[in-house]
């Protein structure tokens, strides 16, 4: 990582996503006692007994390190469902990381464990709500008594002082209201909000999916909220949420273009949206983000199931920098129809995990965005009038 300082007095520090992740994702197990509908792992109830032992996670932990020390999530599965956790997390975090984990809301969160997470000096602790009622969340969880469990647990975080991050997909169950969800995050003092928008992986399913133009009108909603909000609003697989927030920017004259190109205002604004508190860069699957499955196969998201290695064979680095899957991945100019040739490319790209779940090919156009390039438009009109 290097600094560079923004022609407006910004210092901003870059990756070269090439080289090294923003952040790692490790699925320390996919046990798990819920039976979420739109689960990505489809979790099983006990571990697999080929998952990753606790000799090969601190090996994982040290490659993880060596590639620049990028942000380190556990996730599952439940990563309480893995006896070692804690002694993985203080491993990590003692060797300067930056460590959060995204447990399961069941009575396995116990008051201990969460004094313990804090001890072991985790960043933040994240717990899924997906609706602001007892309802729509159970319904979505698959666990009747789920969203009064979680609200439990995150008052005792919130007692402990743990900084809390909600976690939200966002389909069909929930669309209708966003509005009272984000004031029930604000009333539960998260300091973040992260929104997932469904991929039908997994368990997800395509008809759970919002359509492409409630995307939009959520995506420009959120860009509201977010100038008010009391927490900080980050999105998974919502890459195209980067083209609205620039695209409402410069509605609102908040990105000076001066005489420069328009592909330069874009990179510009890029620094904006770094000034919310994301990524400096576009990060997108096995572009700045990586993913490790209980087992160390190396996957470019955990939303995108292509295997590009695994980590039992060969160094996470290696397979990051050299692997030819994440290297198209990363080469936004070869994907095709209009993700392809939009002005957009570079920072949002579309989300590969939805393109590859809907299409089958992780190259082909994020197919729920509303946006058509003016490229696109030309080229549309050149083939029609010849
Ligand atoms: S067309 Fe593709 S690259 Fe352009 S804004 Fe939409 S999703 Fe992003």
């Given at each position: 990582?290097?600094?560079?300082?923004?022609?407006?007095?910004?210092?901003?520090?870059?990756?070269?996503?090439?080289?090294?992740?923003?952040?790692?994702?490790?699925?320390?197990?996919?046990?798990?006692?819920?039976?979420?509908?739109?689960?990505?792992?489809?979790?099983?109830?006990?571990?697999?007994?080929?998952?990753?032992?606790?000799?090969?996670?601190?090996?994982?932990?040290?490659?993880?390190?060596?590639?620049?020390?990028?942000?380190?999530?556990?996730?599952?599965?439940?990563?309480?469902?893995?006896?070692?956790?804690?002694?993985?997390?203080?491993?990590?975090?003692?060797?300067?990381?930056?460590?959060?984990?995204?447990?399961?809301?069941?009575?396995?969160?116990?008051?201990?464990?969460?004094?313990?997470?804090?001890?072991?000096?985790?960043?933040?602790?994240?717990?899924?709500?997906?609706?602001?009622?007892?309802?729509?969340?159970?319904?979505?969880?698959?666990?009747?008594?789920?969203?009064?469990?979680?609200?439990?647990?995150?008052?005792?975080?919130?007692?402990?002082?743990?900084?809390?991050?909600?976690?939200?997909?966002?389909?069909?169950?929930?669309?209708?209201?966003?509005?009272?969800?984000?004031?029930?995050?604000?009333?539960?003092?998260?300091?973040?909000?992260?929104?997932?928008?469904?991929?039908?992986?997994?368990?997800?399913?395509?008809?759970?999916?919002?359509?492409?133009?409630?995307?939009?009108?959520?995506?420009?909603?959120?860009?509201?909220?977010?100038?008010?909000?009391?927490?900080?609003?980050?999105?998974?697989?919502?890459?195209?949420?980067?083209?609205?927030?620039?695209?409402?920017?410069?509605?609102?004259?908040?990105?000076?273009?001066?005489?420069?190109?328009?592909?330069?205002?874009?990179?510009?604004?890029?620094?904006?949206?770094?000034?919310?508190?994301?990524?400096?860069?576009?990060?997108?699957?096995?572009?700045?983000?990586?993913?490790?499955?209980?087992?160390?196969?190396?996957?470019?998201?955990?939303?995108?199931?292509?295997?590009?290695?695994?980590?039992?064979?060969?160094?996470?680095?290696?397979?990051?920098?050299?692997?030819?899957?994440?290297?198209?991945?990363?080469?936004?100019?070869?994907?095709?129809?209009?993700?392809?040739?939009?002005?957009?490319?570079?920072?949002?790209?579309?989300?590969?995990?939805?393109?590859?779940?809907?299409?089958?090919?992780?190259?082909e156009s994020e197919p729920y965005c509303v946006y058509i390039p003016p490229a696109h438009r030309i080229l549309h009109m050149s083939l029609t009038t010849n």
């Amino acid at each position: 990582m290097h600094n560079m300082v923004h022609p407006q007095g910004r210092v901003h520090s870059t990756i070269d996503y090439s080289q090294n992740p923003f952040i790692v994702i490790w699925e320390v197990t996919r046990a798990c006692e819920l039976k979420c509908i739109h689960c990505r792992a489809d979790a099983q109830t006990k571990p697999d007994s080929n998952q990753l032992n606790h000799e090969e996670g601190i090996k994982l932990i040290d490659e993880i390190y060596e590639i620049n020390n990028p942000m380190l999530v556990f996730t599952g599965g439940d990563c309480m469902m893995r006896d070692d956790i804690f002694e993985l997390s203080e491993y990590a975090v003692n060797k300067g990381m930056r460590v959060s984990m995204t447990p399961s809301a069941t009575q396995m969160v116990t008051k201990e464990r969460m004094e313990r997470a804090k001890r072991a000096g985790l960043s933040r602790w994240g717990l899924s709500l997906d609706g602001p009622t007892p309802s729509i969340h159970d319904h979505f969880r698959g666990i009747h008594g789920s969203f009064a469990l979680t609200v439990e647990k995150i008052k005792s975080l919130n007692e402990l002082g743990m900084p809390l991050q909600i976690n939200t997909v966002i389909s069909r169950y929930n669309y209708e209201s966003l509005e009272q969800m984000a004031e029930l995050v604000a009333e539960l003092k998260a300091v973040m909000w992260y929104i997932f928008l469904l991929v039908p992986t997994g368990r997800g399913q395509i008809d759970d999916c919002i359509s492409p133009a409630e995307h939009e009108k959520v995506f420009r909603w959120l860009y509201e909220l977010g100038k008010t909000a009391p927490f900080d609003i980050k999105t998974t697989a919502a890459q195209h949420y980067r083209r609205v927030v620039i695209q409402q920017k410069t509605r609102e004259n908040l990105v000076d273009k001066g005489d420069i190109r328009y592909e330069d205002s874009i990179m510009d604004t890029a620094y904006l949206i770094d000034g919310l508190k994301r990524a400096p860069q576009g990060v997108n699957d096995g572009n700045g983000f990586i993913f490790v499955s209980h087992t160390g196969d190396v996957l470019p998201s955990g939303l995108l199931p292509i295997k590009v290695g695994n980590v039992r064979e060969r160094p996470l680095k290696d397979i990051y920098r050299e692997s030819p899957i994440l290297k198209e991945l990363r080469n936004p100019d070869l994907y095709k129809g209009k993700c392809g040739i939009c002005e957009f490319r570079f920072v949002c790209g579309g989300s590969r995990s939805r393109a590859y779940a809907v299409t089958g090919d992780y190259l082909e156009s994020e197919p729920y965005c509303v946006y058509i390039p003016p490229a696109h438009r030309i080229l549309h009109m050149s083939l029609t009038t010849n």
